[in-house]
């Protein structure tokens, strides 16, 4: 079922808490996706000094608006070749963790990143070493959000090291933690040579994880000259009623969360998708 219809914050750009979710909210989204650092004008200071006053202001903001966090985003390397960097980013992760219920946010959210250092194409990014090395960051970061009472969600992306159903559905067997969850962004795992298959992978990932699936991502695309881009949301190939068929008949309580979304065009993708919000199952 659809838990509430929200938006990425910094789609609207960088602003104060208070004008970003006067925005959000003056569009009609109830939820958000917010990553600290993307969306907030103000520096948020976290780890063993975080600012748990300015932390709890956003929370009171967003909840004087009737707005939450659906997801708290921490979108970092965690495969990063850097042993350092890679340790680095980890205990960002963590601190995310900490802070996640004191801010409002319903789980912390994450790609799954690659083996070169900016996110780009690696070769062997679908390899064991790759996997192994994601996994066991997970691994070490799920005991806090066990001792914070939150939860771990990870996103799939076509070339990184989580990239479709099959390796998703490895991770959480294999993780097998009760506080990982599932960001689901079809787009993401759409390549020119898989776009056929997408209502085949939208079936496979709910079939095997729908208990998991806490988040969908929604931004529509098309491609030209082999290229994948984005387009404006009913305009592109995405199969946006065979998803949105599967979250409303989902018993988990789904957050669907415009992406990558042109400012201009926010407040008609609220509008298409609160639609769903109204209509009944088929």
């Known amino acids: 079922m659809i838990r509430r219809i929200g938006c990425?914050?910094?789609?609207?750009?960088?602003?104060?808490?208070?004008?970003?979710?006067?925005?959000?909210?003056?569009?009609?989204?109830?939820?958000t996706q917010l990553a600290l650092k993307k969306a907030l004008t103000n520096e948020l200071h976290l780890g063993p000094k975080a600012e748990m006053k300015s932390i709890s202001h956003i929370k009171e903001i967003m909840t004087m608006a009737n707005m939450d966090i659906g997801v708290l985003g921490a979108y970092l390397n965690y495969a990063h070749p850097d042993s350092r960097i890679r340790q680095t980013n980890i205990e960002q992760l963590k601190q995310h963790l900490q802070i996640a219920t004191s801010i409002g946010a319903r789980m912390v959210g994450t790609e799954t990143g690659s083996?070169?250092?900016?996110?780009?194409?690696?070769?062997?990014?679908?390899?064991?070493?790759?996997?192994?090395?994601?996994?066991?960051?997970?691994?070490?970061?799920?005991p806090i959000a066990g001792?914070?009472?939150?939860?771990?969600a990870v996103e799939a992306v076509a070339h990184h090291i989580i990239h479709g159903p099959s390796s998703m559905i490895q991770l959480i067997k294999g993780i097998n933690n009760p506080r990982l969850k599932v960001i689901f962004d079809i787009n993401n795992m759409m390549t020119y040579e898989n776009v056929h298959k997408q209502e085949m992978m939208i079936h496979q990932m709910f079939d095997a994880l729908e208990d998991q699936?806490?988040?969908v991502h929604v931004k529509d695309f098309d491609f030209?000259?082999?290229?994948?881009v984005i387009v404006p949301l009913g305009q592109g190939l995405l199969q946006l009623d065979v998803?949105?068929?599967?979250?409303?008949k989902s018993g988990e309580e789904i957050d669907v969360l415009?992406?990558?979304?042109?400012?201009?065009r926010l407040t008609e993708t609220a509008t298409i998708l609160s639609a769903y919000s109204q209509s009944e199952v088929h």
Not at 224 to 228: F, P
């Open 8 to 31: 990425r914050a910094h789609d609207y750009g960088r602003a104060s808490i208070e004008e970003l979710t006067s925005k959000m909210s003056g569009d009609g989204y109830k939820t």
């Open 213 to 215: 699936i806490w988040a």
């Open 258 to 264: 415009a992406e990558n979304i042109q400012r201009e």
């Open 243 to 248: 998803l949105m068929a599967r979250v409303k």
């Open 115 to 142: 083996l070169n250092p900016d996110y780009k194409v690696h070769k062997d990014n679908h390899g064991p070493e790759a996997y192994l090395r994601f996994k066991e960051a997970i691994e070490e970061v799920m």
């Open 224 to 228: 030209v000259d082999g290229e994948k």
């Open 147 to 152: 001792q914070m009472n939150t939860y771990m």
